[in-house]
């Protein structure tokens, strides 16, 4: 019986129907398994990493905070500031913008009563913002929008040192509204176990269902691309083989080391024995030994020295300070 032992790979995802908020996909021939595996994977980074635009700060003239009352207006300033948080904004850029909103009474006011930027686009003009019910009544507002990701809460763009009437915001940035995935069996040639998975996808309309997942899919990839393969570490092995006591030097290296230092440490690491300022004893010991560099030296322990033929304390201490020039100890 002959086995293939490659996985199966996906169809591209299909579209089941889709309008400009809402979109349900389809990917078939999923092997068993892989419809919770990528389903979850895709969900997760549906809800949590598309950037959107969200309001942050709201400066409303004659509100001190959020808890003020104006004269002439229906709606207290919480209200307003709940309110202002239904309106989608769309930027075309990554800087933050700020709209202005200037009205006097009597009258309903909405969002298309905003004075837009060439950056800002609202996408719920007819969101009610509050009512003004006095002729005298005038309702003057400034709101920053900003690009983000998930929900940051208000603390975070408050500034230490807040103008009087600027009152930040709860922001929630995402675009999407509902993400969920359902994973049914399906049958592929003989099979029945292969998996179907069913993608929902609803959005505030600042971008499509279909861009959010083409998003995460993305994203997952990029992200899977950046842990492919295993750091390698520093390659002594050609040293290595040319003399036997090469050993390896890319331990002790520091991660710190600037790529200079690395080098000139490395290159200590090498100086050949014969140079130093040994006597002809400890040499000769340290030769019949087989240790020919300083790296090959400092590897070693004390009492592995004082074991070697011909060799003692007073050996010892002119390793130890031969080894000091170079900011080495033994080990």
């Given amino acids: 019986m002959h086995m293939s032992h490659n996985i199966i790979l996906p169809s591209k995802p299909r579209i089941v129907s889709e309008d400009i908020q809402k979109g349900v996909y389809e990917i078939d021939n999923l092997a068993p398994g892989y419809g919770h595996t990528l ?32 004269d002439g207006i229906k709606e207290d300033v919480i209200t307003i500031l709940l309110n202002l948080k239904k309106i989608r904004f769309k930027l075309v850029t990554d800087e933050p913008q700020t709209v202005t909103l200037s009205v006097k009474g009597p009258k309903v006011v909405t969002a298309s009563d905003i004075t837009l930027s060439g950056q800002v686009e609202v996408l719920n003009g007819d969101q009610f913002i509050a009512e003004l019910t006095d002729k005298n009544a005038k309702l003057e507002i400034e709101i920053t929008i900003e690009k983000g990701l998930g929900f940051v809460p ?18 929630i940035f995402t675009p999407i509204r509902r993400a969920s995935y359902e994973v049914e069996n399906m049958r ?22 279909r861009e959010a997942l083409e998003r995460s899919i993305d994203t997952m990839i990029t992200q899977l691309q950046a842990i492919v393969g295993f750091k390698q570490p520093v390659d002594v092995t050609a040293k290595e083989i040319s003399t036997n ?19 000139e440490f490395t290159d200590a690491m090498k100086t050949r024995i014969e140079g130093l300022d040994l006597g002809t004893r400890t040499m ?22 004082l074991e070697l033929p011909g060799m003692g304390e007073k050996g010892i201490s002119e390793i130890t300070k031969v080894l000091a020039e170079f900011g080495v100890t033994l080990k």
């Fill in 39 to 70: 389903g979850n994977s895709l969900r997760r980074i549906i809800i949590s990493s598309l950037p959107g635009a969200a309001v942050t700060i709201v400066k409303i003239t004659g509100a001190t905070h959020e808890f003020s009352v104006l």
């Fill in 154 to 171: 208000k603390e975070i763009h408050q500034k230490p040192k807040v103008d009087i009437g600027t009152i930040a915001v709860d922001a």
């Fill in 188 to 209: 592929v040639g003989d099979k029945t176990d292969h998996n179907r998975l069913r993608l929902t996808i609803e959005t505030d309309g600042t971008i499509s269902p």
């Fill in 245 to 263: 006591s090469e050993e390896e030097i890319s331990e002790d290296i520091d991660e710190d080391m600037s790529p200079e230092k690395k080098e």
């Fill in 284 to 305: 000769n010991a340290l030769t019949a030994a087989n240790i020919r560099t300083v790296g090959g030296l400092a590897r070693k322990k004390k009492e592995d020295l």
